[in-house]
């Protein structure tokens, strides 16, 4: 029986092109390695930051997402000192706006991150 138009089964969701698609933004050179943005579908759209340099291991892990509401008007929500350090921290630290209170962070290679900003409006600790 044929069907209307625009009406046939399909394998292809909406959700499956989704998680199979991953959004790259914002490619740094830090040393010799390449750091980038990407979003994670499988964890709601989180923007971890990747690194290249060997197997790709992520600079920013669970459950940080580095996403600004700046970045939405096109400002971006991360970056890193690439080469000699900034004002005394180590090279490859990674600055990021975190999504959950629109805090701008300091993450030092092998340590946690720490925010720079104060605590605004309706922000949790």
């Known amino acids: 029986m044929p069907l209307p138009y625009g009406s046939w089964p399909s ?3 909406a959700s499956s092109i989704a998680s199979d698609s ?3 933004e914002g490619a740094r050179f ?3 390695e390449v750091w980038w943005g990407e979003s994670v579908p499988a964890e709601g759209g989180r923007i971890a930051v990747r ?3 060997g197997p790709e291991t992520p600079v920013l892990p669970d459950p940080w997402n580095a996403r600004s509401r700046v970045h939405e008007y096109g400002g971006g929500s991360w970056t890193t000192d690439p080469s000699t350090g900034l004002r005394g921290t ?4 990674l600055y990021f706006v975190e999504n959950a209170d629109q805090r701008v962070y300091r993450l030092s290679p092998g340590g946690q991150p720490q ?5 605004g409006p309706g922000t949790a600790a």
């Open 90 to 93: 180590a090279a490859g630290t």
């Open 115 to 119: 925010p720079l900003t104060a605590e």
């Open 11 to 13: 394998p292809l969701t």
């Open 22 to 24: 991953p959004r790259i």
């Open 51 to 53: 690194r290249s340099g």
């Open 30 to 32: 830090v040393g010799d």
